[in-house]
Nanobody
Framework: QVQLVESGGGLVQPGGSARLSCKIF????????KQWYRQAPGKQRELVAT???????YYADSVKGRFTISGDDNERTVYLQMNSLQLEDTAVYYC????????????WGNGTQVTVSL
């Protein structure tokens, strides 16, 4: 059984940085996209960044140049480095692993809260 566990959220001041981690337990067979989504209060969940086998392949316009997605296959962990955080980045951040072809193979973490505030 596959489980994704996020960590690294918390309270950050505007302009600050934080790094989220997503540890993957269980085996993912085949090619998977590793992704970070976020959901702010009263808003729909949105895709923030996607990591494919070749590296990062997508960033939302709102985070380009500030966020970096990366992965460590040995540690079975996906990271989201967030710099220059803004109030609008406040959200619950979710880790996702989705098979590149069979999208029904779709796994989610429980989320980690990131709050950007003075």
């Amino acid at each position: 059984q596959v489980q994704l566990v996020e960590s690294g959220g918390g309270l950050v001041q505007p302009g600050g940085s934080a790094r989220l981690s997503c540890k993957i337990f269980g085996d993912l067979y085949g090619s998977y996209f590793k992704q970070w989504y976020r959901q702010a209060p009263g808003k729909q969940r949105e895709l923030v960044a996607t990591l494919a086998g070749v590296g990062p392949v997508y960033y939302a316009d709102s985070v380009k140049g500030r966020f970096t997605i990366s992965g460590d296959d040995n540690e079975r962990t996906v990271y989201l480095q967030m710099n220059s955080l803004q109030l609008e980045d406040t959200a619950v951040y979710y880790c996702n692993a989705r098979h590149s072809i069979y999208h029904a193979l779709d796994y989610w973490g429980n989320g980690t809260q990131v709050t950007v505030s003075l």
